[in-house]
């Protein structure tokens, strides 16, 4: 069982299982939502279960998903894809011990121009 | 020195800001609150508040996470946008906000006595516990 909050405390997740090595994704959404980039793990919806859901306020960001945020905290929490039984959750959010390690870098095309990926892992230009 | 205006916005593009002037080079904050609220770690550059213009400021919500900090984010999309002390003249703005060029590069990383366990630091960035 790995559990995590926002900020605030007011949403608090449950996910059972291992997490599964999350991604880092620098598309220019995900930088401007997070402030610099995110970084999240796929939880298959029915792992995960969420107190405080309706504090976590939803934005529509496109045709294939939506994010989720806390209302009162800002603490962005989910990317929800319309697709699929899986959401992506913030690594933020857990307690540590995670147990587990990024894996790759997304969308390294869209990175910002202020900083550089030099941890050696792989990295797609979407 | 690059001088001028820097522009960005929220991601939904209620917030907009512009700053005028060249932006100092951003810390990377490891913090358990930057990292729970940003979703990993976050980037942010300190502006002289008169330096700062906001347009949709009426569509930030502020959470005052310690006793003379509020940390400012869009209540449409949830862009963490700042992080301002309630005394002093500066504001933080995360540079994800902001279009490129930036101008600027990030200069080190402070609080990774808290940082994740799933990463690590690689930049050979100067790197302060706290």
């Known amino acids: 069982m790995h559990k995590g909050s926002c900020l605030c405390g007011g949403v608090r997740i449950e996910a059972t299982g291992d997490l599964v090595p999350p991604d880092a994704c620098h598309c220019s959404w995900c930088r401007k939502q997070s402030g610099h ?23 529509r960001s496109s045709e294939e998903g939506a994010r989720g945020f806390c209302s009162t905290c800002g603490s962005f929490l989910f990317w929800n894809p319309v697709e699929g039984d899986h959401i992506a959750i913030s690594m933020g959010v857990f307690e540590t011990p995670t147990q587990t390690q990024l894996a790759r870098h997304l969308y390294v095309a869209d990175q910002g121009d202020y900083y550089e990926i030099a941890d050696g892992l792989p990295q797609r230009a979407q | 020195m690059h001088k001028g205006m820097h522009k960005g916005s929220c991601l939904c593009g209620a917030v907009r800001i512009a700053v005028e002037g060249r932006l100092a080079a951003p810390d990377a904050c490891h913090c358990s609150q930057c990292r729970k609220q940003s979703g990993h770690f976050w980037a942010s550059t300190d502006i002289p508040k008169s330096a700062l213009k906001i347009e949709g400021e009426e569509t930030v919500t502020w959470y005052r996470s310690s006793g003379k900090v509020e940390r400012g984010f869009c209540s449409t999309c949830g862009s963490f946008l700042f992080w301002k002390p309630l005394e002093g003249d500066y504001i933080a703005i995360g540079m994800g906000a902001f279009e490129t060029p930036t101008g600027t590069h990030l200069e080190k990383h402070i609080f990774v006595a808290d940082k994740g366990d799933y990463y690590e630091i690689a930049d050979g960035l100067p790197q302060n516990a706290q």
């Open chain 1, 37 to 59: 980039f995110w970084v999240s793990t796929y939880i298959p919806q029915d792992s995960m279960t969420i107190a405080g859901e309706e504090r976590v306020r939803w934005y």
